[in-house]
C-alpha cells in the first residue's frame, strides 16, 4: 500500500496578503507540518494547481521555501491562478512533456501517477482563463501514457474537474472539453480514479464509471451553496489535505480537517472507559 498526501487550491500570496483575512501561506505551513509529522511514511505529496493566486514570482519562491520544510517528496500542478511561464521559471527542475506543458508521470509502488496540465493559457484572458483545456497535443501525450501503462493501474491528476460537479458557478469553468479526456480514457483500461481540485470542497463520485475525488484547499473553501452562479464566494472553514492509499484492489481516499484536529493520536474507547471507571 502507498500513500499519497494530496493538497490542493494553495493560492500563496506575497507577504502581508491575505484572501478573506486568511494566510494562505501560514494555512498551508501548518498542513505541510501536519502531514510530515503524522504520514512521515508518505510517499509523495501531490499540489493539483492553483499553487498561487496570482501567478507571481514571489508567491512561487515562497512556496518553494514552505516545500524544503518536508522530507517526503512533492509533485506540482498547475491551475488557473497560475502562469505556467513564471511556475517554470521557480521550479526549472519541474517535468515538462514534449510540448512544454507541465505534464509528467511516475510510478509509485505497484501505481501509475500521470499529471496533467489543464491551464487554459496562453494567453491569460479572463475569465476565460478561469477553465480549463486540454490541447490535442495534451490528449495525445496523455493517451501515450495510457498506452504504457499497460496493466499498471493509474491515478489521474488534473485542477479543473473534467465534468459538472453540482455548484453552477464552478461548472460553467471546468475543463472545457472532458468528454474529450474521458474518450481517451475510454479507450484503456488502466485509469482507477481520477484526483481534482479547483472547488475548494471534498466532493466524490464516479463519472463514466471512474471513480473520482476532490478536495477542499488549505486556505479558504467554497460555501455549499449549489444555486450561485458566483465562482468568487469563499468561507473560512477548516483547512483540510487528502490522503490518498492506494492498494492492490483500488484506492481509499481520506480528507483530514488538520486545524481541528483534538489531537495527533486519539484517545481509544478503552482508555475512555477505565478512566471513566477510576472516577
Known amino acids: 500500500m502507498s500513500k499519497i498526501i494530496v493538497f490542493t487550491d494553495l493560492h500563496i500570496l506575497p507577504i502581508g496578503k491575505t484572501i ?37 514570482a514571489d508567491s512561487y519562491r515562497r512556496l518553494a521555501e514552505l516545500l524544503d520544510r518536508t522530507h ?3 509533485s506540482l500542478l498547475i491551475g488557473n491562478h497560475d502562469s505556467r ?7 526549472p527542475d519541474v517535468s515538462v512533456d514534449p510540448n512544454g506543458f507541465v505534464q509528467s508521470v511516475m510510478d509509485v509502488g505497484d ?50 474537474p473534467p465534468h459538472d460537479i453540482g455548484f453552477p458557478g464552478m461548472d460553467a469553468i471546468k475543463l472545457k472539453n472532458g468528454p474529450a479526456l474521458y474518450d481517451v480514457i475510454g479507450r484503456f483500461n488502466c485509469v482507477k480514479h481520477l484526483v ?33 452562479m458566483d465562482v468568487s464566494l469563499s468561507v473560512d472553514e477548516p483547512a483540510a489535505y487528502g490522503i490518498l492509499l492506494t492498494t492492490p ?19 481509544s474507547h478503552e482508555a475512555l472507559g477505565a478512566g471513566a471507571a477510576a472516577e
Request: glycine letters at 8%; hydrophobic letters at 40%.
Open 196 to 228: 481534482a481540485g479547483h472547488v475548494h470542497r471534498t466532493i466524490s463520485g464516479s463519472h463514466r464509471g471512474v471513480p473520482f475525488s476532490i478536495f477542499k484547499s488549505p486556505c479558504h473553501q467554497m460555501p455549499m451553496n449549489m444555486d450561485s
Open 20 to 56: 478573506i483575512g486568511l494566510d494562505p501561506y501560514a494555512r498551508l505551513a501548518a498542513g505541510i507540518d501536519h502531514a510530515t509529522k503524522i504520514h512521515p511514511d508518505a510517499d509523495r505529496i501531490v499540489c493539483t494547481g492553483d499553487l498561487t493566486h496570482r501567478g507571481d
Open 111 to 160: 501505481w501509475r501517477l500521470v499529471f496533467l496540465d489543464t491551464l487554459n493559457a496562453p494567453p491569460y484572458e479572463f475569465p476565460e482563463t478561469y477553465s480549463g483545456y486540454l490541447c490535442p497535443a495534451r490528449l495525445d501525450w496523455l493517451q501515450g501514457q495510457l498506452r504504457e501503462a499497460g496493466d499498471r493501474p493509474v491515478l489521474l491528476f488534473l485542477h479543473h
Open 249 to 267: 484492489t483500488g484506492v481509499l481516499a481520506h480528507s483530514e480537517d488538520y486545524e481541528i484536529a483534538i489531537a495527533d493520536v486519539g484517545t
Open 85 to 91: 511561464e513564471t511556475f517554470l521559471s521557480c521550479f
Open 72 to 74: 517526503i517528496p512533492v
